[in-house]
Structure formats: structure tokens, C-alpha cells
């Protein structure tokens, strides 16, 4: 379908021809029928325009643009949520390896800032990691995992650190 053309109801559009018809047939007479039929004639070109305007908005709703628009105002309203990531992007310069033609980040986990309030959280694990399986005896402690994550508290930020303990096999041989 062409931009700019409107499908009116088939009456209307008959009707719309007839009267231009009787305009033109009158516009050489010069009747006081003219009038009526040239204010008749004018409604109908503004019920027209006001079709095709409505077209036109339905298509740009239609096939037009889809993303959402962010102003300026709230773009900073956006950023009140990112504030632990502000915090260690200012203060953390990232590694580069330099390299013939062009500079490479160096990869890993970015490390968190070391002055940062520390919550640490012990996992020693249940009796069964605990236990040997042959003798029951209580197996030695031979290293552990550490993870760090960031805890968002509204107007504090705190490094979380996660140790869990890790067991390995006792000293008694199997049978």
C-alpha cells in the first residue's frame, strides 16, 4: 500500500463522488444549492485529511520504531543501582599486556578493593565430609575455597568472603 492513501468506507467514498460530480455540474449555474453542496464537499475533504492522518499514525505505530527513548534526567536515575561497581572501577586500573600492534587486556576476575568493610562466612560442612569412610575417624583439613562477591546494603558496601573447607583422605589404609 502507498504512503499517504487512505481506504475509506466504500459509501463514503461513493458518496464523495457524488457530490464532486454535482459541484462541478452546478459550478457553471451558480444555484443556492452550490453552497449547501460545496460545505458538503468540504466536510467530507476534512473527514479525508483527518483519515488520512489517522492512517499515517497507525502505520508509524505499526512498522515504526520500537525502542524506548531514555532522557538525559533519567539516564542518571539509572546509575543509582551501580554504585559498588562505580566504586570499584574507579579505584581498579586495569592490567594491560602491551603486544606489537595493539594494547590486550589481561583476563581474570577483577579483584575487589582490600578497603572495603570484610563479612567472612565459614562453611565447615556436615559429619559425613567430615568423617572418614573406612575408620570414622575425623579426616584432616587440606585446603579450602575461597570466593568473593560484593553485598549491596542500601548506603553500604561490604566484600563478602565465602571459606569453605575442604577435606582430604586420613592417614588408615583401606582394606
Same mark, same amino acid.
Given at each position: ?5 487512505? @481506504? ?7 458518496? *464523495?463522488?457524488q457530490i ?5 455540474r452546478?459550478?457553471? %449555474?451558480? %444555484?443556492?444549492?452550490?453552497a ?9 475533504? @476534512?473527514?479525508?485529511?483527518r483519515?488520512?492522518? @489517522?492512517?499515517?499514525? *497507525?502505520? +508509524?505505530?505499526?512498522?515504526?520504531r520500537? +525502542? ?11 546509575? *543509582? ?8 572501577? +574507579? ?5 594491560? #599486556?602491551?603486544?606489537? =600492534? ?36 575425623? +579426616?584432616?583439613v587440606?585446603?579450602?575455597?575461597? =570466593?568473593?562477591?560484593?553485598?549491596? #546494603?542500601?548506603?553500604?558496601? @561490604?566484600?563478602k ?15
Amino acid at each position: 500500500m502507498e504512503k499517504g492513501i487512505v @481506504q475509506l468506507p466504500r459509501q463514503r467514498y461513493e458518496a *464523495l463522488l457524488q457530490i464532486e460530480e454535482a459541484y462541478q455540474r452546478l459550478a457553471t %449555474s451558480g %444555484s443556492a444549492e452550490e453552497a449547501t453542496l460545496a460545505l458538503q464537499y468540504q466536510k467530507l475533504q @476534512q473527514d479525508y485529511k483527518r483519515l488520512q492522518e @489517522q492512517y499515517a499514525t *497507525l502505520q +508509524r505505530y505499526i512498522f515504526g520504531r520500537k +525502542r524506548e527513548k531514555v532522557r538525559r534526567e533519567d539516564e542518571d536515575q539509572l546509575q *543509582l543501582f551501580n554504585e559498588a561497581e562505580a566504586i570499584v572501577d +574507579r579505584e581498579k586500573q586495569e592490567k594491560s #599486556i602491551v603486544v606489537k =600492534s595493539h594494547r590486550r587486556k589481561k583476563g581474570g576476575k577483577k579483584m575487589l578493593p582490600d578497603d572495603l568493610p570484610v563479612e567472612v562466612i565459614e562453611y565447615e560442612g556436615d559429619k559425613s565430609q567430615k568423617e572418614c569412610p573406612c575408620c570414622g575417624k575425623e +579426616r584432616p583439613v587440606i585446603g579450602e575455597e575461597r =570466593s568473593e562477591e560484593l553485598d549491596v #546494603i542500601p548506603a553500604r558496601v @561490604q566484600k563478602k568472603v565465602i571459606v569453605k573447607k575442604k577435606y582430604g583422605p586420613c592417614d588408615v589404609t583401606p582394606f
